[in-house]
T-cell receptor, first 112, second 109 residues
Framework: KAGVTQTPRYLIKTRGQQVTLSCSPI?????VSWYQQTPGQGLQFLFE???????NKGNFPGRFSGRQFSNSRSEMNVSTLELGDSALYLC???????????FGQGTRLTVV | KNEVEQSPQNLTAQEGEFITINCSYS?????LHWLQQHPGGGIVSLFM???GKKKHGRLIATINIQEKHSSLHITASHPRDSAVYIC???????????FGQGTTLQVKP
């Protein structure tokens, strides 16, 4: 089984721009969760999508949004980038039930 | 107080030592995960537990549901075990993970 694939792996953007990150889950997994990891705040939950619906949402501003497609692939979008958005963005896929979470390698976003 | 607490935050050990990392949680959980992250690397899921004990190689994870406590043990530690170890809880039937602060482990040769 192929693992969780995140693209791109690295990204450099300028303040004020927007960015879209992609996550392809393990085949058959219907849940995709997104997390932000920064040195100061650690790992924080952004949102979870299950069967194309947002099931849970963390405490992030509306600049952070996401969606999930019918093939379970998910995208997250950050608009009007700020320097503080520089982070490793991780997605994890699961079956959505009692199964384990499988992480992608992450996308390292640098905002300059 | 965080819903998931880990201790210690930092741990230095000599090669060959037995290592224990602890995790306590205050929420009702459906599963407890132990994750590993090497410097600059991605996250690897080591274990998912809902009860009892699991073993994989030199790694052992245990959970006590009544006490809301889990431990990760590393036997015969090796420098390549140096990494950040994170416990994370899932609550209910969702994919959302609640993370501990992580334990940075350094194993010296």
């Amino acid at each position: 089984k192929a693992g969780v694939t995140q693209t791109p792996r690295y990204l450099i953007k300028t303040r004020g721009q927007q960015v879209t990150l992609s996550c392809s889950p393990i085949s058959g997994h219907r849940s995709v969760s997104w997390y932000q990891q920064t040195p100061g705040q650690g790992l924080q939950f952004l949102f979870e999508y299950f069967s194309e619906t947002q099931r849970n949402k963390g405490n992030f501003p509306g600049r952070f949004s996401g969606r999930q497609f019918s093939n379970s692939r998910s995208e997250m979008n950050v608009s009007t980038l700020e320097l503080g958005d520089s982070a490793l963005y991780l997605c994890a896929s699961s079956s959505g039930g009692a199964g384990g979470a499988f992480f992608g390698q992450g996308t390292r976003l640098t905002v300059v | 107080k965080n819903e998931v607490e880990q201790s210690p935050q930092n741990l230095t050990a000599q090669e060959g030592e037995f290592i224990t990392i602890n995790c306590s949680y205050s929420v009702g959980i459906s599963a407890l995960h132990w994750l590993q992250q090497h410097p600059g690397g991605g996250i690897v899921s080591l274990f998912m537990l809902s009860s009892g004990k699991k073993k994989h190689g030199r790694l052992i994870a245990t959970i006590n549901i009544q006490e809301k406590h889990s431990s990760l043990h590393i036997t015969a530690s090796h420098p390549r075990d140096s990494a950040v170890y994170i416990c994370a809880a899932t609550s209910g039937n969702t994919g959302k993970l609640i993370f501990g602060q992580g334990t940075t482990l350094q194993v010296k040769p």
